[in-house]
């Protein structure tokens, strides 16, 4: 375990030699609709006012913010000697008995057998299908475009988002239109996606009561239907079953046919498409309406973009052919995504309860009371990065390297960082490539954006791309 040496984990009763200081603020009971109303305001001024340690009541109870690497980390690697995941309980009921969170004890086990569906051979061999995506998507931002039309620019992103990782993580081409789901319990991609959408609101209900009034019921509901939706389509793979997977739900029928007594229950297959699905749609999407945004503000950084994508399909077999090694080559490309990452993080961390009480830093976290490592605050600090405020892509060089372990943590960190990080960013650079390549693009004037639970630009922000003159 990651855990800094000197967090004293304290036995029941037990005091510490030196007594150690509280965090510091008054939680308050207005706490958590600030919050909710306003994360990155709620961050900042406690940020500013207290340092980046602080309570507050934010979900009831004593919720300790944390924003400096050395309280983060031993907030992110804590599960099973001094802390727990501490989601609220309609929360816990949506994830299911079958996801990461929920059982700590076969956490490493499942963990370790999903892997392979987001990185190494099985992410290169989700690319061709990103880039046939994305280039239909593209085809019809270029017609929009030609007639002038400004494109919605998170509804657009979001189509894309869908096409491309709903048939990687479910094993349905849906991009190809409802004729693939003919015959199953969801026959439209729009009752798919709204399905979707009631199972993801679920998640953040406030009442765990099951009934049609709450959105904690209508999400339950949506997760039944979903499952009994996954069911069918596991069923219909079987009957055809292929000899080299190349989505994830094909890797994990794989593994169970290897192993019948594995990791790979059918619960788990059918669970793990859904909540993978839901641990990356609406991330991925934020995050690539968010890079879009970012570079349309700075038009010098576009430039760059351009400049190292010339060189490096110079080099390489083209846009057609883009492989991990030619991503791997555009660092600065990288660096703009990590920069959006670091200045619009999509979301904060889920909380940790804290089973013992701890000592860090002269700071006693008590038993019984959350944790939450937030990035809108990590990221904001001046120890951690220079001139935070600024939009400055040039901080992820190699010759600056800001952003160390537990300094940038957009993905988390620790026992629980994102399985599906490189998935995200490798999605994210196929789709800029085929921007860049395609279009010119700025953004004048402030977005608005949804606060809460991610932070996403809101709906009707309206983009104008131009078709790059070489296309035209
Ligand atoms: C921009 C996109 C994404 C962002 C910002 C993001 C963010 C995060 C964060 C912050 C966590 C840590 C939660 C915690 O510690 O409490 C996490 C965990 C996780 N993410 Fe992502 N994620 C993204 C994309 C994805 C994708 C594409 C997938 C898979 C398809 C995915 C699957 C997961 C899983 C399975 C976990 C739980 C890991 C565990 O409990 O061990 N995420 N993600």
Not at 72 to 99: K, R, V, W
Not at 247 to 271: R, T, Y
Not at 354 to 365: A, E, F, H, N, R
Request: proline letters at 8%; aromatic letters at 10%.
């Amino acid at each position: 375990m990651d855990t800094p040496s000197d967090v004293l984990v304290l036995s029941e009763g037990e005091a510490p030699a030196i007594a150690p200081a509280a965090p510091p603020r008054c939680p308050r009971w207005s706490d958590t609709l600030a919050y909710i109303a306003d994360p990155d305001q709620f961050c900042r001024q406690n940020l500013a006012r207290h340092g980046p340690i602080f309570q507050t009541r934010v979900f009831g109870g004593t919720t300790v913010f944390v924003g400096s690497s050395r309280a983060i980390q031993m907030a992110f690697n804590g599960d099973g000697d001094y802390t727990e995941i501490g989601l609220p309980p309609t929360t816990m009921a949506m994830f299911g008995e079958y996801s990461l969170f929920q059982r700590p004890d076969l956490h490493r086990q499942r963990k370790t057998a999903l892997r392979p569906g987001f990185t190494g051979s099985m992410l290169a061999a989700y690319i061709p299908h990103m880039q046939r995506v994305i280039a239909q998507h593209l085809q019809t931002w270029e017609r929009m475009s030609a007639r002038d039309a400004p494109l919605p620019l998170v509804p657009s992103v979001e189509k894309v988002s869908f096409d491309v990782l709903a048939p990687l993580l479910l094993g349905i081409p849906v991009d190809q239109g409802d004729a693939a789901l003919a015959g199953l319990p969801i026959a439209t991609k729009t009752d798919l996606k709204r399905c979707y959408k009631t199972f993801f609101d679920g998640f953040y209900g406030l009442l765990k009561w099951r009934s049609p009034l709450t959105a904690f019921g209508r999400g339950y509901q949506a997760r039944e239907n979903l499952i009994e939706f996954m069911r069918a389509v596991i069923q219909r793979r079987r009957r055809a079953p292929v000899e080299a997977p190349t989505d994830f739900l094909g890797m994990m029928l794989a593994q169970q046919q290897d192993n019948p007594k594995g990791v790979f229950s059918n619960d788990l297959i059918e669970n793990q498409c859904l909540l993978q699905l839901w641990a990356s749609h609406y991330e991925v999407t934020g995050l690539a309406a968010s890079w879009i945004y970012q570079v349309g503000q700075h038009p010098e950084v576009l430039q760059c973009l351009r400049a190292e994508q010339a060189a490096v399909l110079e080099t390489s077999q083209g846009l057609n052919d883009i492989t991990p090694a030619t991503l791997k080559q555009l660092t600065y490309l990288d660096a703009t995504i990590k920069e959006t990452l670091r200045v619009l993080p999509p979301s904060s961390t889920a909380t940790r309860r804290l089973t013992k009480s701890v000592v860090l830093d002269g700071v006693l976290y008590e038993k019984g009371w959350s944790l939450i490592a937030e990035p809108r605050i990590a990221h904001a600090m001046t120890t951690h990065f220079t001139h935070p405020d600024q939009f400055d892509p040039d901080r992820f060089l190699p010759d600056r390297n800001e952003g160390g372990p537990y300094e940038f943590i957009p993905f988390g960190g620790g026992v629980h960082a994102c399985l599906g990080a490189q998935l995200a960013t490798t999605l994210m650079k196929v789709l800029a490539m085929h921007l860049l390549h395609r279009f010119d693009w700025q953004c004048p004037g402030k977005a608005q954006f949804v606060q809460f639970p991610l932070k996403q630009i809101k709906n009707n922000y309206p983009i104008q791309l131009t078709i790059q003159d070489v296309h035209k």
